[in-house]
């Protein structure tokens, strides 16, 4: 089932490791799904999500096999051809990220990683750690177009830090499932899925990208506290997520697994990040409470939040 479109995406992750524009061939293994799930899945509602009252309904998607991960309806474009006129117009947008319609920037990011991700969970569950790569090549993709000028790389070289072995060993504890892990840890650099570095300034902006943070919500913390020892007031981390759902299969309803007590913490006293950035907000990361300690935004805040902290002062 999965053949062609992951020969497709290999086409596209090699444009990319190679600094070749990409974000069209990403958009159109995004379309292959979408055409896939049309042909050989029902998108049929799955349950609700609730919370004080507050109830949102997820879809799932159904291959009589097997039940995908839920996704928000309203945010996914199901038709592959309205999906391809979108993602055609985010991407003549995107040159100027001023222009670009921020709803439709979010209908589209979301639908191209959900749909991928999907396509995944029922034709291919055991490759875990492919969507998460998958939807680091779209945003660095597109980080290639918004920002021609700055540098885009992966690791950040730490030098000497007295007090990094503390938060060496926190970060390790939290790894998690390593499949499923783009950012990696070692002992003589900072790696994560995506950097972007004024030349000018040395600025950098560090963007972890996570489809769900799950257990490694840590992670990002734990390298923003290095760099701020290696590199102070140099380095700003923006977390970057597609969402935070899972099926209840018991109870068929859908759950967001969020931890604002102990993000809230790490904030406070492990370290400073700019921001969480989701296509589909968590109901309870979107508390005043919560977000006068931590900024959370929509995902198209991402690339103009990014910029302010990259130019020159």
């Known amino acids: 089932m999965l053949t062609d479109i992951a020969k497709s995406f290999q086409a596209a992750k090699r444009r990319y490791d190679r600094g070749q524009y990409a974000l069209a061939h990403c958009f159109e293994v995004s379309f292959e799904c979408l055409e896939a799930l049309q042909t050989n899945a029902n998108l049929r509602t799955f349950g609700n999500f609730t919370l004080a009252g507050y109830s949102l309904p997820y879809s799932v998607a159904d291959s009589g096999e097997r039940l995908s991960r839920p996704f928000h309806p309203e945010l996914f474009i199901a038709d592959p051809e309205v999906f391809k006129a979108a993602s055609e117009e985010v991407a003549d947008q995107l040159g100027n990220c001023n222009d670009v319609d921020p709803n439709l920037l979010d209908q589209v990011i979301y639908t191209a990683i959900s749909a991928f991700s999907l396509s995944y969970d029922l034709w291919k569950p055991r490759s875990r750690k492919t969507p998460s790569t998958f939807f680091e090549v779209v945003i660095g993709s597109a980080s290639h177009i918004i920002f021609p000028h700055y540098a885009l ?3 950040i070289p730490i030098k000497d830090v007295g007090a990094a072995e503390p938060v060496d060993a926190l970060a390790k504890t939290e790894v998690g499932d390593a499949g499923d892990d783009a950012t990696e840890f070692s002992g003589d650099s900072v790696s ?3 950097v972007i570095t004024n030349p000018q ?3 950098g902006a560090v963007v972890p990208l996570k489809i769900t ?17 290696a590199y102070p007031g140099q380095y700003a981390s923006f977390v970057s997520c597609i969402s935070e759902v899972q099926r209840d299969d018991a109870t068929t309803a859908v759950k967001q697994i969020c931890v604002p007590g102990t993000v809230a913490l790490f904030q406070k006293h492990l370290a400073h990040i700019k ?10 990361y979107a508390r005043y409470d919560f977000t006068r300690i931590i900024p959370v935004k929509p995902f198209h805040a991402l690339f103009t939040d990014i910029a302010d902290h990259l130019k020159a002062d």
Do not use: N
């Not at 921001?275 to 309870?284: A, E, M, N, Q, T």
């Open 201 to 203: 300034t040395e600025k």
């Open 192 to 194: 994560t899925d995506l």
């Open 275 to 284: 921001g969480l950035y989701y296509c589909d907000i968590p109901r309870r």
């Open 213 to 229: 943070t799950r257990e490694r919500i840590v992670q990002p913390f734990a390298h923003q506290r290095i760099l701020d020892s």
């Open 153 to 155: 790389t992966k690791h």
